[in-house]
C-alpha cells in the first residue's frame, strides 16, 4: 500500500545514504543488492539486531546517536565471535518525527561511527511506518575459515572471564528516565555508556586466538552466561564481588545499603556490550597482556565447572537470582 | 530499555524459528551469528526489504501471507539480479496483536515458502514494539564471479522486456480494500496476487544470460523502467497497449471507459514483482524460448533509445505520466 513520505524514498536513499556506500560492493546504492566477492579461506559471518523507539531507545534520543547505538550492538555480536566487520546492511522504518533533520542527523552518526569502526553501508530499505521508528541492522563480517567463536565450546576447568564494566549500560539507562541520584559528571559518563556503547572490537582477534566460547552482554550477564552454559552444556560459577565495577558505578555502588542487591542489578541489567568468554587457566597470563596493551580492563570473574545453568555467589554464598535477565521480544 | 512480551525472545526463536534454520550455516539461531563460508568463483549478492502494517500490507492480512510476501519481495529482488538465493536474515517487530497464535501463523507462512524456494534461516532478532507491527529481511544469494546483473547496461537498440501481467498487484490492493467491481473468482485471484506475489526465481539464470540491464518491478513499472534508464544513461520508450494483463486483469479492464487512463494506473500502481529487463533483439527468440520452457509469459514492451527517462506511448502518441510510481519511505 502506498504511503506518501515528506522526504521521499529515493532522495533519502540518494542524499543521506549514497554517501555512506561501500565503493564498490554497494553499487552506489542504486541497485537492489550489494555484491561481495567470495572471500577464499574465510567464513562470512553476519549478525542481525533491530531497535524500537520506546523499547531499545528513548523517544528523545537523538537520532545520531540511535544509529550509533545500533551500528555497535552488532560490533559488539560480531567481536564476540571474533569476526571483523566489512559492511551493513539497514532498513529504516522512519516515523513522522523523522523529516530531513532528524534523517540527516541519524545519517550524521553512522557516517562518524561507519569510518571509525572501519565498515560501509552495503544497502537496505527505507520505509515509513504510522508507529514508533524502528531500524534493523544485518552486519557482515569475515574470519578465518572455521574460526568464528561460538557460544558452545566452553570446558570444564576453564576460566570465566569478562571485558570492561558491567552495568553501566543499565544504570545509564536510569540516568537518561532521571532516576538516579549522582554527581551530575558521573551521570552524563553512564548516560553516555547506555546512548553509545563502546564494542570490544580490538578485542575480536584475541577472543578468536583464545576464547573456548563467547558471547556478547546485551541481555544481563547472567543471562547471556547462562546461555554460553546452555550452548556449551557445562555450569558457569561466579562471584559478584568480582564484577568489574567503572568509576561511576563504583560511585552509584557506594551509595547502596543492600550490596547484594546492588550488584544483582548490575548483573542483570543488560546493555552492556562488554565480550563474556571462557579460556583455558594457562592462557591468563597471554589474555591480560592482550587486554593491558590495548588498554581493555579484563576480569575473571569465575570458573567453569560441571553441571548446567549460571551460580552466582556472594560472600562465598549461592544466590538465588529470580530474573536474570530482559529479553526484547 | 527491556520490555515485557508475552511470548518472550528466546522462547519465540526457540519454538517458531529455530525449525526453520539453515542446517549447517544458521548455527541452529543459537548463537550472535550465522556463518557463511566463502565460495570460490562466486560473488555474494545481498538485498534487504522492510514491510509495515498499515503501509505495506493491511492490519487485517493474515501473517503468513505477510511472511510470504515479506520472502517474495526478496525473491524477487534477488531473480531480478540473475542470482540464487540461498538464506536470509529475518527482524520481526512484532505488535501486540501478535501473540503466539499469531507468531506461529507467520513461521508457517515462512516454512511453506522457504521449501518451495529453496531458502533457509540463518539468524535475525525478535522485538516488540508499542506500534504497528513491521518485518525486514535480508536475503542472499550466490550469483557465478561477476556475473550479477544491475540496473546500468542497458544499450541503445535493445529491446524491453517484462514477465508475468503488470497491475495485479494495484488491483488486488484495491480488492482487499473492497473498492473493486469484478466478479468474486476474478477479485479473489487478483487479491491473491497481492498478497503472495509469485517471484520469477525460475528465469534467474535466464535473466543472467541475456539481460543486459533488469530491475523488478515494485515501485511501478514506469517508476522501475525510469530507475533502470537512469542507471544505464539510456531512454526507455514503451506503448502502454502492450503491457501484459492478466485474465482478471483483462475483465478490469474492459470495464473501463477511458483505456488510456486504465493503463497508466496499472503500470503505475506498483507491487507486481515480476522481472523488468533489457536485452539484444538478436536474443529474442531464445528468450522466448527460454520463457515458454517455464511457462512464463514474456512480452516485448519497447526499447532503448539515446536519451533519458522513460516515453511511454498510448495510441503511438507520448502520453504523459505525472506519478510514474510510488514510494514507500
Known sequence: ?????????????????????????????????????????????????????????????????????????????????????????????????????ERMTFVDGLRVDQKAFGVALLGGDTVVTPGPASFSMTLLGWTPKGRTVARAGARVGDLVFVTGFIGDGWLGLQGAQDKLSLEPDRIAALVEQYRTPAPRVEFAPTIRDFASASIDVSDGLIADLGHMAEASGVRMEID???????????????GRVDEQAALEKLVTGGDDYEIAFTARAADEAVLRR?????????????????????VARFAGQPVQIDRPGFTHG
Chains 1, 2 share one sequence.
Open 1 to 101: 500500500m502506498p504511503a506518501v513520505d515528506v522526504a521521499g524514498e529515493f532522495e533519502t536513499i540518494r542524499r543521506l545514504f549514497a554517501p555512506l556506500a561501500h565503493p564498490e560492493w554497494g553499487r552506489g546504492l542504486k541497485d537492489d543488492v550489494a555484491v561481495v566477492p567470495s572471500k577464499p579461506g574465510h567464513d562470512l559471518v553476519l549478525t542481525k539486531d533491530a531497535i524500537v523507539e520506546g523499547v531499545h531507545f528513548l523517544p528523545t534520543d537523538r537520532l545520531d546517536t540511535v544509529a550509533k547505538k545500533l551500528l555497535r550492538v552488532n560490533l559488539s555480536d560480531m567481536a564476540a565471535k571474533g569476526a571483523e566487520a566489512f559492511g551493513y546492511l539497514l532498513a529504516c522504518h522512519w516515523s513522522e518525527r523523522c523529516g530531513w533533520p
Open 240 to 254: 559478584l564481588e568480582l564484577t568489574p565495577r567503572s568509576a561511576a558505578g563504583q560511585a552509584w555502588f557506594d
Open 290 to 310: 592482550e587486554a593491558e596493551k590495548r588498554h581493555l580492563r579484563l576480569s575473571r570473574i569465575g570458573r567453569v565447572t560441571a553441571g548446567q545453568g549460571v
